[in-house]
């Protein structure tokens, strides 16, 4: 990697490296290396915990009201591959990555590669900086996303959504049963099962009857298979709608 193209990386993520090694390891993928340590992968190892931590300490100082639960489900979209590869394409961090030549093509670099860079570059900018300027770089990127997560509530009402579902696929209402609850008065779980036509689907526990019955929504649409979770992000994605026709070609 030549200087220029250093400087031109260096200026898109607003941070100066002292250790220029780390920002061309950083776009080395594993397959021009001249082995597999020499490659983006530790980088990238490292990068997705110093991410977590980054955003799970922002969402913590940032929601205080918010619970356990709700700002997991705001870190998944935060910190999954989908976005780390859309935030990479944004900067154009995926054109400087640097390939062998078996895969050089004309074709676009997959996802999953400009997610690899994205997490890299964070890992490459905390050793040769410190936390300051790898939470910097990270909050620059994802305190929209986040912002927008949370205003929006994140996660989709299941219970609406198994509702429609029951009622004009399975001529049926669902409704939800306490089956148990534990605790002191101030920190009680709940265990909700939701029943459609005699038929129980998985309970779920939770802190407060709400998410319980939403958890427990969530699992009888996927028992039902009108839902079902991303393997490669694990967003919950919807396969089928209220009327029961599939979205998935």
């Given at each position: 990697m030549?200087?220029?193209?250093?400087n031109?990386?260096?200026?898109v993520i607003?941070y100066?490296?002292?250790d220029?090694?780390?920002?061309?390891e950083?776009f080395?993928?594993?397959?021009?290396?001249?082995?597999?340590?020499?490659?983006?992968?530790?980088?990238?190892?490292?990068?997705?915990?110093v991410?977590?931590?980054?955003?799970?300490?922002y969402?913590?100082?940032?929601?205080?009201?918010?619970?356990?639960g709700?700002?997991?489900?705001?870190?998944?979209?935060?910190?999954?591959?989908?976005?780390?590869?859309?935030?990479s394409?944004?900067?154009?961090?995926?054109?400087y990555?640097?390939?062998?030549?078996?895969?050089?093509?004309?074709?676009?670099?997959?996802?999953s590669?400009a997610?690899a860079?994205?997490?890299?570059?964070?890992a490459?900018?905390y050793?040769?900086g410190?936390?300051?300027?790898a939470?910097?770089?990270?909050?620059?990127?994802?305190?929209?996303?986040?912002?927008?997560?949370a205003?929006?509530?994140?996660?989709q009402?299941?219970k609406?959504?198994?509702?429609?579902?029951?009622q004009?696929?399975?001529?049926?209402a669902?409704s939800?049963?306490?089956?148990?609850e534990?605790?002191?008065?101030?920190a009680?779980?709940?265990?909700v099962?939701?029943?459609i036509?005699?038929?129980r689907?998985?309970?779920s526990?939770?802190s407060?009857?709400?998410?319980?019955?939403?958890?427990?929504?969530?699992?009888?649409?996927?028992a039902?298979?009108?839902?079902?979770?991303?393997?490669?992000n694990?967003e919950?994605?919807?396969?089928?709608?209220?009327?029961?026709v599939?979205?998935?070609?």
């Open positions: 030549d200087q220029e193209t250093r031109q990386i260096q200026q607003g100066t490296f002292t220029m090694d780390l920002l061309t950083a080395t993928h594993a397959s021009l290396a001249e082995n597999r340590l020499a490659s983006n992968e530790r980088l990238e190892f490292l990068g997705d915990a991410l977590g931590a980054v955003v799970c300490e969402l913590f100082e940032q929601y205080p009201d918010l619970l356990e709700d700002l997991t489900k705001i870190k998944s979209t935060a910190v999954s591959r989908r976005t780390c590869a859309r935030i394409k944004a900067l154009s961090l995926d054109e990555l640097m390939l062998g030549k078996g895969m050089i093509t004309k074709s676009r670099v997959p996802p590669l997610a860079v994205f997490e890299a570059i964070i490459a900018i050793l040769d410190g936390i300051e300027p939470r910097t770089f990270i909050l620059d990127q994802l305190s929209d996303i986040i912002g927008k997560a205003d929006s509530g994140h996660q009402n299941f609406s959504i198994l509702q429609q579902y029951a004009r696929c399975l001529g049926q669902a939800y049963v306490l089956l148990d534990n605790g002191p008065d101030h009680k779980c709940f265990e099962a939701v029943e036509g005699g038929t689907h998985e309970s526990w939770a407060n009857k709400k998410q319980a019955e939403q958890q427990a929504a969530l699992n009888a649409l996927m039902l298979e009108v839902v079902c979770e991303d393997e490669e694990g919950i994605v919807l396969i089928k709608d209220v009327n029961g599939s979205l998935v070609e």
